[in-house]
Each structure stands twice: as C-alpha cells, then as structure tokens.
Nanobody
Framework: QVQLVESGGGLVQAGGSLRLSCAAS????????MAWSRQAPGSQREVVAQITSGGSTNYADSVKGRFTISRDNAENTVSLQMNRLEPEDTAMYYC?????????????WGQGSQVTVSP
C-alpha cells in the first residue's frame, strides 16, 4: 500500500513561516490527488490544500494567500509552505493521497506533524 512520511512542522511565532513535506511510496499504486488536512484539539479535521497530478490546486479560505501547496510528481512528494502563520493555524497537519490500483481507490494518510504558532 501507499506509505506517506511527513517531515517539518514545529513551533513558530505568529507571522513566521514553516514548511511541511511529505514523501510517498506508491508500492504499485498510482497517486492522483495529494493534499494536506489539519485538526486542532476539539475541532473536526479540515482540508487545508489539495493538488492534482496535473497541478491544479485548491485552498481553504482561511489559508488562501498564505499557504502554498506544491508537488513533485517524479519524486512523489508534496509540500506545504506556510507563511504569515497565525495562532489559529495551530493543529496537527496530515498529508494524504488518493491512490488507485486496478480500479480500486483508497486514501492513504501520513503520521501527522504538529504545528504550533505562538502569539
């Protein structure tokens, strides 16, 4: 199955920047969509940014203009550059990918990366 390994995250002051990266091992699957979601304590998980294999992107309104998702199809990596971070961005961030194999499709998840933004 697809394995996703995240790196990055950490503690930053408001207004600062962080970069999250995620490396995927396809293991016979084909990855189409890659994305980042986040979940703050007591809140539902929300999709932050998505990118298709063709490079089309979509962002949550709360991060538009501050976050940028990018992808390297050859390396099977996806990154999330987060600028002008706000305390409200504090959450566990998860990389995920939609993978297909012989008509079977499922969503693979990374292990999660903590992002903490101090006031």
């Amino acid at each position: 199955q697809v394995q996703l390994v995240e790196s990055g995250g950490g503690l930053v002051q408001a207004g600062g920047s962080l970069r999250l990266s995620c490396a995927a091992s396809e293991n016979g699957f084909s990855i189409t969509r890659m994305a980042w979601s986040r979940q703050a304590p007591g809140s539902q998980r929300e999709v932050v940014a998505q990118i298709t294999s063709g490079g089309s992107t979509n962002y949550a309104d709360s991060v538009k203009g501050r976050f940028t998702i990018s992808r390297d199809n050859a390396e099977n990596t996806v990154s999330l550059q987060m600028n002008r971070l706000e305390p409200e961005d504090t959450a566990m961030y998860y990389c995920w990918a939609t993978a297909t194999n012989s008509g079977w499709t499922y969503t693979a998840w990374g292990q999660g990366s903590q992002v903490t933004v101090s006031p």
